[in-house]
């Protein structure tokens, strides 16, 4: 059976993929940061993944340290024997104007969200230029496409994750990784479920659909860049947004 590890995927989208892609056959290591909560959450991800019929387990790590990469990495290795594909989905916001947001707040965003993206394919694409076979997918955002008020961190490091994308499907292409980004708009999960009713109901102003996507149809899309129907798309972002304009 193939692998995936999907990073962040104790909840939201991340949780979702790595249920999707068990439903698609793959074993599943569930990336979740090392904090009690989260290790209670990745396990009951990685049970319901059981419950498709693979085998699933869970891997600690915060992905913004490269040493927490390389541990993790190693350790699916030995776990799987494999990595087949690998979802970069950890993420985080700390949105604030820029008159107002701290250095800290700016690097914090931009360490969990773009530099992990460096420490993980750092020590996976090692292993799949081995195996002359890999699937990337780096779960981006609409902010690094179009830019958004307030979130001048995350729209950096989304942007960032786009470029990483696009260099890593060429330095990789001969050896028949893929490597491609999705760009979620508005999502219904932890992360936006926080946000005030007043700013639900004006950001999905700009949605064509009128509505929040489901994080199922991140993982549809995730689902189908990993498989083989995919074998010749490579270097590409796939807006999932129900048809944004910011
Ligand atoms: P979420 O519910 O907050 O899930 C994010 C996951 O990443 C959480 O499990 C979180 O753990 C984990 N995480 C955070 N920092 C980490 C670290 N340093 N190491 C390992 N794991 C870490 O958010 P989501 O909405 O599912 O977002 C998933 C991805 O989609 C993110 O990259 C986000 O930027 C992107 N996205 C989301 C939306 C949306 O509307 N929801 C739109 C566009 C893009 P903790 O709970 O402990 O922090």
């Known amino acids: 059976m193939p692998t995936a590890l999907v990073t962040g995927a104790s909840q939201g989208i991340g949780a979702c993929i790595a249920k999707r892609l068990a439903k698609d056959g793959f074993d599943i290591a569930v990336n979740y940061y090392p904090s009690e909560g989260d290790k209670a959450k990745a396990a009951e991800v990685a049970e319901e993944c059981r419950a498709l019929g693979v085998k ?3 891997f600690p790590a915060d992905v ?3 040493a927490d990469c390389e541990a993790m990495v190693k350790a699916v290795k030995e776990t799987f024997g494999t990595i087949e594909a690998l979802v970069n989905n950890a993420g985080i916001t700390k949105d604030k104007l820029l008159a107002r947001m701290s250095e800290d707040e700016y690097d914090a965003v931009i360490a ?4 992990s993206v460096f420490n993980m394919l750092k020590h996976t694409c090692p292993i799949m230029m081995k195996q002359k076979f890999g699937r990337i997918v780096n779960v981006a955002s609409v902010a690094g496409l179009y830019g958004n008020p307030g979130q001048i961190n995350y ?3 989304k942007a960032a ?3 990483m994308t696009k ?3 060429k330095e990789y292409g001969k050896k028949n990784i893929t490597c491609n980004a999705v760009a979620p708009g508005l999502i219904r999960t932890p992360m936006t479920d926080v946000l005030s009713d007043e700013l639900k109901a004006r950001m999905l102003e700009v949605v064509a659909m009128k509505r929040y996507g489901e994080p199922e149809e991140i993982a ?3 689902s189908f860049l990993v498989s083989d129907d995919a074998s010749y798309v490579t270097g590409q972002v796939i807006e999932i947004s129900g048809g944004i304009s910011m």
């Open 56 to 58: 699933a387990e869970i």
């Open 64 to 66: 913004s340290k490269m």
């Open 112 to 115: 969990v969200n773009q530099k």
């Open 155 to 157: 729209s950096a490091s």
């Open 161 to 163: 994750m786009i470029g």
């Open 167 to 169: 260099t890593i499907a």
């Open 220 to 222: 549809s899309v995730v």
